[in-house]
């Protein structure tokens, strides 16, 4: 095996360039000619357009051009797409309003571009734009959901009644009303899951350019799927044919979801640079990134648990309502949908379920996938409800769990809500985690906090995720757009180093570490002759990027399909050269050994036979080393845990103090242990920051309050305790690598177990329930109403 | 940001003869507020006359019976002061907890007190610890000098050269920081000087820092821990935002003085 293959904790080999700031972000690119772009944005969350005047700033120093929603409209540009079609209980197609790149007739959320001033400088366009006047009718606002879906609701698009996007259901309605008919306890739930503002390090920004002489368009732009951009943007917006249009996403600094979508300045600005025609860079600043990238999360649930007179679950009935915002963004519909609703059953043996989502246009920023994407909110519902009913019943919150979770030998296990969940032992992370948070000394600590005049409580998330997105055929029955497969193509070079082109894409996550140990322990040579290369639509083949902790999962796989082709084609090679049957000849650490022999060639040896092709079996063999592999998962793969939180509250102030974290997770088979604990400290990070920090707030006219760091709390360093996490992998039973998925459990499994530590600390004060996030003012607020 | 003449003082008399030549000059300490402001244009000085270049604005001495601090010095060289340390150890801890350590090392005394943000920290340090203001015209009383919302009694063009705080017999500062920004929700120097006991309070005034009487009658000259908790200090009057109620901040400000004065022991 390779010192640097599956399994060994390799240094990022991407740290070296992004520590010494040598890593290149789109805004650090310059072309020749470059102009700037500067987006006027609507300053009202709802108003209709009479008119925009541009004859002032058309006049302003270093104006090169100034496009409207009208130019736009005149050019017959098409709207932002939807990728995924989700249909109505009656089976009617959810509403799909126009999405124009520049809005035509309303705006429809503070942020929403009007214009677009195009200079010399950035400075120059930005105070073009201020000479802009735009003719407003403001008109009343739709935030909340329940008054959004009123009779009388001011509506968002003016075809779509009671700005209902979509009324969806899974499950089974009536088993489920039968289980709650029998049932010895009903325990019932009223959760918000917070919105969130995804604030990625690097804003948002793009680069589009035009070359007239060929008519061949280059777009930078910050995405996680450069040839999803292509597909959407040329084929539905701009009609531009794919081989006339390149996307380029160069070092990306952190997406986590919000830099999936097709978002409207990658087409004004593409669109604009063939009227110009210059280069011309757009480059987010903090505050646009804050009400343009979309948000996260927003659902509001009502819930209910039947159970018998052991606590055995006999049936879920879920009703929620999810803010989509003001627009439907590339994954909107599906998040609160195929990736919530399908979730229900969590580790759970539960028979019956049914669930009910309205989703919901407001006049907010439009609300899609972020860090977890649907599973987080369905993990914070079911672990909230799951240990509010053993808390009922008066039953441990461990027992409640125990009793009811899918046992090993159920494998594979079909859900009441359409997931085979293929793998795994959830009890075995539960113990493990118990072990590990030292759960059976809580009482003592508990005690010793009370001697202090502090509040302490313990909290438990067992959860579990479907990601790894997805089998082509089944997403496309559930409503997709497109296949959800990964490519590769390994290049293996003459003197036997290696490129592998991979339509993942990184941006922030190791990819050119990870991937470059699986063609490591795949050929048995180091990982510094391995280079990973991505993100470049004019030179990897199509590929359908990184989202739902999807690329080790299916891209993995389809490097390691690549990497066999190359493992195939050389030994036919081998036994040419070596003059012995194929069926005899062994690949080994590196070197293709005649079995029971010592005849044997190494790797290098092979490649360079490829390229030279002097030996070789031409007649049958095409020279050359070089193969290409698409691979389409055969089922979502099922990273599940058990984290535990342990909290110290001072009841004085409300403030929260996690005292320790644990988390223990099944990822499947590990390819490098450092990134993976990285991977899951950033999620907990995250998870950590939506249960304590971070919500965004709008108010009732649709104005951001949070709209900067003064007002919405990332998560600090200081925030967070030391974290203690570890594996505990079943190995993935749906892919060849035998791997999972990690990037999202940390935010998936956390947010539940942190608030179940708060309310067990603070249940003898008599605090029941207190939401997300728990800030100290929340925590106090909870303790004298109580 | 909105184009504007960058002007680079070299001395105090430079900065106040750029200050008053210019249509709407605006001095440039830290720039901790100043520099967002404009990158928002949410400002529009004709002119920024940029303090960082006099070299006898920065600097602590030790006068005996008080501590001077030069306007321009930073957050963090008063938090890492060994005279500041052993002789108001009350006044590093609080500047030592100032925003974070980008802020720290930028930030100054004299633009803290300038723009006089209801929430800052050194409001409440300078009436806490009844420090005096000194100008490029007159000293002035901390008591006298923060007036309202971001409003002080400072001149237009006059110029903050140094704060000098009485050595305490007895102080300490406890805040309780928003989770965002950092800025105190609340935060209450409690100190003793020369007999007299203050508790000053910043973060949650309508109008800005203030002397809290209920709270220094409840401490007493024995600096009563618990008898300041007990007050029930009034909601009328304090802030009210997303990030906490003025019945949460009438709360916080009872207990935190009864932990500075606890503290301060």
Partial sequence: MSETGIGAAVRRVEDKRFLTGRGKYIDDIDQRGQLYAWMLRSPHAHARINGVDTATASQAPGVVAIFTGADMAADEVGGIPCAWQIHNKDGSPMHEPPHPPLAVDKVRHVGDQVAVVIAETKAQARDAAELIAVDYDVLPAAIDMDLALADNASLVHDDVPNNLCFDWEIGDKDATEAAFAKADHVVSIDIVNNRLIPNAMEPRAAIAQYEPSNGNYTLHTTTQNPHVIRLLMGAFVLQIPEHKLRIIAPDVGGGFGSKIFHYAEEAILTWASAKVPQPIKWTAERSESFITDAHGRDHETHAELAMDKGGNFLGLRVSTKANIGAYLSTFGAAVPTYLHGTLMAGVYTTPAIYCEVKTVFTNTVPVDAYRGAGRPECTYLLERLVTKAAREIGMDPVEIRQKNMIQPDQFPYQTPVALEYDVGNYPASLDTALQASDYAGFEKRRAESESNDKRRGIGISTYIEACGIAPSAVAGALGARAGLYESAQVRVHPTGSVTVYTGSHSHGQGHETTFAQLVSESFGIPIEQVEIKHGDTGEVQFGMGTYGSRSIAVGGPAILKACNKIIDKATKIVAHILEASESDIEFKDGKFTVSGTDREMAFAEVSLAAYVPHNYPIEELEPGLDENAFYDPLNFSYPAGCHICEVEIDPETGDVDITNFTAVDDVGRVINPMIVEGQVHGGLAQGIGQALLEGCVYDDSGQLLTGSYMDYTMPRADNLPNLNVGTQSVLGASNPLEVKGVGEVGAIGSPPAVINAILDALAPLGVDDISMPATSAKVWQAIQNA | ?265
């Avoid at chain 2, 100043?34 to 928002?40: D, E, G, R, S």
């Avoid at chain 2, 001495?61 to 957050?75: L, N, P, V």
């Avoid at chain 2, 108001?88 to 030592?96: E, K, T």
């Avoid at chain 2, 008898?227 to 304090?238: E, H, I, N, P, T």
């Fill in chain 2, 1 to 265: 940001m909105y184009n504007f003449n960058y002007q680079k003082a070299t001395s105090r008399d430079d900065a106040i003869s750029a200050r008053s030549s210019a249509d709407d000059g605006s001095y440039l300490a830290g720039g901790m507020t100043l520099i967002p402001t404009l990158k928002q244009r949410l400002a529009k000085p004709s002119d920024v006359i940029d303090l960082a270049a006099i070299d006898d604005l920065a600097g602590i001495t030790d006068d005996g019976g008080a501590i001077t601090i030069g306007a321009m010095t930073t957050h963090a060289a008063v938090a890492n002061s060994d005279v500041v340390a052993s002789k108001i150890p009350a006044l590093a801890a609080l500047a030592g907890h100032i925003g974070d350590p980008q802020v720290r090392n930028r930030g100054t005394i004299g633009g803290s007190i300038a723009n006089n943000d209801p929430a800052a920290d050194y409001p409440a340090g300078c009436v806490g610890l009844n420090a005096t203001i000194i100008t490029n015209k007159r000293e002035i009383s901390a008591d006298d000098f923060f007036t309202d919302l971001f409003e002080t009694v400072l001149e237009d063009g006059e110029l903050i050269t140094a704060v000098s705080f009485p050595v305490a017999d007895k102080a300490a500062y406890a805040k309780f920081p928003n989770p965002a920004s950092r800025y105190a929700i609340v935060g209450v120097m409690v100190a003793q000087t020369g007999g007299e006991t203050r508790a000053a309070v910043t973060g949650a005034s309508q109008s800005g820092v203030y002397r809290a009487a209920d709270i220094e009658a409840a401490l007493g000259d024995g600096l009563d821990a618990a008898a300041a908790k007990a007050v029930k200090v009034s909601a009328d009057g304090l802030n009210s935002d997303i990030h906490a109620s003025a019945e949460y901040r009438a709360h916080l400000i009872s207990i935190m003085a009864s932990r500075a004065a606890t503290a301060a022991g």
